[in-house]
């Protein structure tokens, strides 16, 4: 087994869709971003990807690449499985911290964690999704920005 952590943060704009943990969570803002923004989805790629030590999102998916501009992160994720497949480890369990002031999540939690339990092909028990506030302390409290921490847990793929 071997563990992983994850971490990203993006700014939040007016007028822009907020995708998080694969779900469109209704806002008047969303995150500026070159994909769509899935900050939860970005942390847990990282986490993942550390898992394995295969470096970060950023290099896999770089963000000056036309080919990921505006894309689906869930698209991102399935293909962190693939290279964590590759190297012949599946998902064994994630949890994932979401900082944000606005909107409330929990009415969106039990949805972005089947999505996410989807996308890596787990079940949902795999997948632990929670909200918190920073109680209006710095960026995230003052409305500027969301932040997503994530954690990891990999397993080996028995030999064949």
Do not use: Q, W
Request: hydrophobic share 45%; net charge negative; charged share 20%.
């Amino acid at each position: 087994m071997r563990i992983g952590f994850g971490y990203d943060v993006h700014a939040l704009a007016e007028g822009l869709p907020f995708v998080i943990g694969g779900v469109r969570v209704p806002s008047s803002f969303g995150c500026v971003a070159h994909s769509d923004g899935d900050v939860a989805i970005h942390a847990l790629c990282d986490a993942l990807l550390g898992a394995i030590a295969a470096g970060d999102i950023g290099k896999h998916f770089p963000d000056n690449d036309a080919a990921y501009k505006g894309i689906d992160s869930c698209i991102l994720l399935e293909r962190t499985i693939g290279l964590l497949k590759a190297e012949g480890y599946k998902v064994g369990n994630v949890d994932i911290t979401i900082a944000l002031e606005r909107p409330k999540l929990r009415p969106h939690i039990d949805s972005m964690r089947a999505r996410l339990a989807e996308v890596m092909g787990v079940g949902i028990g795999a997948v632990s999704v929670k909200a918190t506030t920073t109680e209006k302390l710095g960026f995230t409290g003052r409305g500027e920005g969301v932040a997503a921490y994530a954690v990891a847990l990999v397993e080996e793929l028995p030999k064949e």
